[in-house]
T-cell receptor, first 113, second 115 residues
Framework: EAGVAQSPRYKIIEKRQSVAFWCNPISGHATLYWYQQILGQGPKLLIQFQNNGVVDDSQLPKDRFSAERLKGVDSTLKIQPAKLEDSAVYLC???????????FGPGTRLTVL | GNSVTQMEGPVTLSEEAFLTINCTYTATGYPSLFWYVQYPGEGLQLLLKATKADDKGSNKGFEATYRKETTSFHLEKGSVQVSDSAVYFCALNALGYSSASKIIFGSGTRLSIRP
C-alpha cells in the first residue's frame, strides 16, 4: 500500500514570496491533516479536512495560509506571502473514517530567507 | 485545555542500556495515548498506542502503560539498539473517533544510541 505522498521535499524562498505544497493521502482515507512542525517542537495542526470539507482550521493563520482539498482526495497548502517565522516542516497526514491513527507523509521542509 | 509534556532531550545512551522517556498529559475525558517515532529523514510513524486506562501498548520491544492515576504514558525499552536513534513524540487524541478528533503532540525527545 502506498503511503502519504508530499511534494516538494524541500523549498527555499525569500520572505514575501508565495509557496504551495501538495499532498496525496493514502487511497480511501477520508480525513486529511496539515501540520506545521517548527524545529525542536512537536507538530501543530493547521487544518483538518474530512472528504472535501473543513473540520478544523482554528489554528490556520488565514491572513496568509490557505488550503483546499478539491474532490476530497489530494490537497494543497499555500502560503502567501511567506514570513521568516514560516520556516518549518509541513507535514501531511491521513486517516480512515472512525480511526484515531494518522499516517504521515515525509514532509516538506520550507526555509524562508 | 489538552496538552502533553515529555522529557526534554537529547537523551544519549549506550547500546543495550535501559530506556525511559517520561510523558505526562492533561486532558478532559479519556483520551487515547500514542508514541510516534521520527527516524532521520523519514516521516512520523506510529510506534504504539493505548486507548484506555491500564492498557499497555507495545511494539519493537518498546512498551508504555496508560496510567490514569498519574496521567502518564512513559515509554520504556529494556535494551536499546543503535537503530533506535530517532525523535520520539508522545501524543494524545482527546476526542476519540469523532470527525473532530485531533492529535496533540509533545515537543519530542531526541534519542541517540552509542555503539
Amino acid at each position: 500500500e502506498a503511503g502519504v505522498a508530499q511534494s516538494p521535499r524541500y523549498k527555499i524562498i525569500e520572505k514575501r514570496q508565495s509557496v504551495a505544497f501538495w499532498c496525496n493521502p493514502i487511497s480511501g482515507h477520508a480525513t486529511l491533516y496539515w501540520y506545521q512542525q517548527i524545529l525542536g517542537q512537536g507538530p501543530k495542526l493547521l487544518i483538518q479536512f474530512q472528504n472535501n470539507g473543513v473540520v478544523d482550521d482554528s489554528q490556520l493563520p488565514k491572513d496568509r495560509f490557505s488550503a483546499e482539498r478539491l474532490k476530497g482526495v489530494d490537497s494543497t497548502l499555500k502560503i502567501q506571502p511567506a514570513k521568516l517565522e514560516d520556516s518549518a516542516v509541513y507535514l501531511c497526514a491521513s486517516s480512515p473514517l472512525d480511526s484515531d491513527e494518522q499516517f504521515f507523509g515525509p514532509g516538506t521542509r520550507l526555509t524562508v530567507l | 485545555g489538552n496538552s502533553v509534556t515529555q522529557m526534554e532531550g537529547p537523551v544519549t545512551l549506550s547500546e543495550e542500556a535501559f530506556l525511559t522517556i517520561n510523558c505526562t498529559y492533561t486532558a478532559t475525558g479519556y483520551p487515547s495515548l500514542f508514541w510516534y517515532v521520527q527516524y532521520p529523514g523519514e516521516g512520523l510513524q506510529l510506534l504504539l498506542k493505548a486507548t484506555k486506562a491500564d492498557d499497555k501498548g507495545s511494539n519493537k520491544g518498546f512498551e508504555a502503560t496508560y496510567r490514569k492515576e498519574t496521567t502518564s504514558f512513559h515509554l520504556e525499552k529494556g535494551s536499546v539498539q543503535v537503530s533506535d536513534s530517532a525523535v520520539y513524540f508522545c501524543a494524545l487524541n482527546a476526542l476519540g473517533y469523532s470527525s473532530a478528533s485531533k492529535i496533540i503532540f509533545g515537543s519530542g525527545t531526541r534519542l541517540s544510541i552509542r555503539p
